[in-house]
């Protein structure tokens, strides 16, 4: 089935510098790739999302990155402020191309320091 | 804005218990799901139900699982017997015309914390 890795497991930033979080996944045919943050005790909240008919999508300081070919997407924040504080999750939809579910990577925590 | 919303937002059971979690998807979405994400680690997919019958399901959704939608607004997640390691926050989630992958983003709801003693 569909793999999805992700890295790191914690990242500290100074605030006001960026943040970058990668995944991997391994069905070449995924074609949808969200990414969310989850607050604690809440649900997860979809921030940004991107399909395989792009490389790369930006909304305000967030951007998420796909290459196809290495089967990696990444998610960059700029200009992090400390209520980016999050753990912050990829996926990838299963199976391929599928309408019907999420694999999730294991999540990042990240930490934006004053 | 449109979102999905669970009942209880955390209850507490008997091991042996029945358990009946609730959900209100977004009104218009036809796709609705279960996840579940037990304490530090990640979002797992449970069920995904459409036309008013499981499309998918994952191993982790057995025959102590059964899901519902009792009427046109309600999608249940029914946990027959439950054990010490149902314990777990669960979300319902719903999407809209033609789920995932296909011009549809999942919503998830804020969860419903379950803990079986």
């Known amino acids: 089935g569909e793999n999805v890795e992700q890295h790191p497991s914690t990242l500290s930033v100074q605030e006001g510098d960026s943040a970058v979080i990668k995944c991997t996944y391994s069905?070449?045919?995924?074609?949808?790739f969200p990414w969310y943050k989850q607050e604690l005790g809440k649900g997860p909240q979809l921030i940004i999302d991107i399909r395989s008919n792009v490389g790369e999508k930006k909304d305000q300081r967030i951007a998420v990155t796909l290459n196809k070919t290495a089967k990696h997407f990444s998610l960059h924040i700029t200009e992090t402020q400390p209520e980016d504080s999050a753990v912050y999750f990829c996926?990838?939809?299963?199976?391929?191309?599928?309408?019907?579910?999420?694999?999730f990577g294991s999540g990042t925590q990240l930490t934006v320091l004053p | 804005e449109p979102e999905v919303t669970q009942t209880p937002s955390h209850q507490v059971t008997q091991m042996g218990q029945e358990v009946i979690l609730r959900c209100v998807p977004i009104?218009?979405?036809?796709?609705f799901y279960w996840y579940r994400q037990i304490l530090g680690q990640k979002v797992e997919f449970l069920v995904s139900f459409y036309n008013n019958e499981i499309s998918e399901k994952s191993e982790i959704f057995d025959d102590q699982f059964s899901v519902e939608r009792p009427d046109g607004s309600n999608f249940t997640l029914k946990i027959r017997s439950t054990k010490l390691e149902d314990s777990a926050m669960y979300f319902c989630?719903?999407?809209?015309?033609?789920?995932?992958?296909?011009?549809?983003?999942?919503?998830f709801g804020e969860g419903s914390w379950l803990t079986v003693v």
């Open positions: 996926a990838a939809n299963f199976p391929s191309g599928s309408a019907r579910q999420l694999t």
């Open positions: 069905d070449s045919a995924s074609n949808y």
């Open positions: 009104s218009n979405h036809l796709y």
């Open positions: 989630a719903s999407s809209g015309t033609s789920g995932v992958g296909s011009g549809n983003t999942i919503y």
